[in-house]
């Protein structure tokens, strides 16, 4: 537990610090996140890279930042997403632990903060499915993790959520609707 803390809040300054005054926040966060990711990766050991507590962590901690400094979040969570998943699967994280952390911990955020979580979650999903493209990963099993990943943390924060965040991913994300749709079978 210590460990996590002292991710999210290594984090949190560490968007706060890089971004603090920058005009495009959303075009310059995907580059500072994945460089904060790799560092705090380097400096937190090898055993951060193993479960999804680490990159959830990563997240939460670009998400206090974005709030800190007044950035409305969900227009960066693609950018914070995307930044995450480089940075942790190319210091050896996994793509599986990569995209469940991010996701999951994108909409919880959202939740937390007052976000849509519809729209956080496709931003989440998109994000996650880019950034394993960019690092040589499986899309296709991206795609299907983040979006099962999306529904099953809505579900744990309400009906409400759940509904919206199956809604916004059927409608702004390719191939989500037959993933959705397979998940229930």
Do not use: C, H, W
């Not at 971004?19 to 995907?30: E, F, M, N």
């Not at 050991?45 to 979040?73: H, Q, R, V, Y």
């Not at 394993?132 to 579900?155: I, W, Y």
């Amino acid at each position: 537990m210590f460990l996590v803390s002292n991710v999210v809040n290594g984090v949190k300054g560490g968007v706060t610090s890089t971004l603090k005054g920058v005009t495009d926040i959303a075009g310059s966060v995907v580059t500072s996140v994945k460089d904060i990711t790799i560092t705090t990766l380097k400096e937190t050991g090898e055993f951060a890279k193993e479960g999804i507590d680490i990159p959830a962590s990563l997240i939460k901690g670009a998400f206090s930042g974005l709030a800190e400094i007044g950035s409305t979040t969900v227009e960066s969570v693609k950018g914070v997403v995307t930044g995450t998943v480089e940075g942790f699967m190319n210091s050896g994280g996994t793509q599986d632990a990569a995209v469940k952390g991010t996701v999951a911990q994108s909409i919880e955020s959202a939740k937390d903060l007052g976000n849509d979580v519809g729209d956080t979650a496709v931003a989440a999903v998109k994000g996650s499915v880019d950034a394993v493209g960019k690092t040589g990963g499986d899309t296709v099993e991206a795609l299907r993790t983040a979006v099962t990943t999306a529904v099953d943390t809505a579900k744990g924060l309400g009906e409400d959520s759940a509904n919206a965040v199956k809604e916004s991913l059927k409608s702004g994300v390719d191939g989500a609707d037959k993933i959705i749709d397979s998940i229930k079978k």
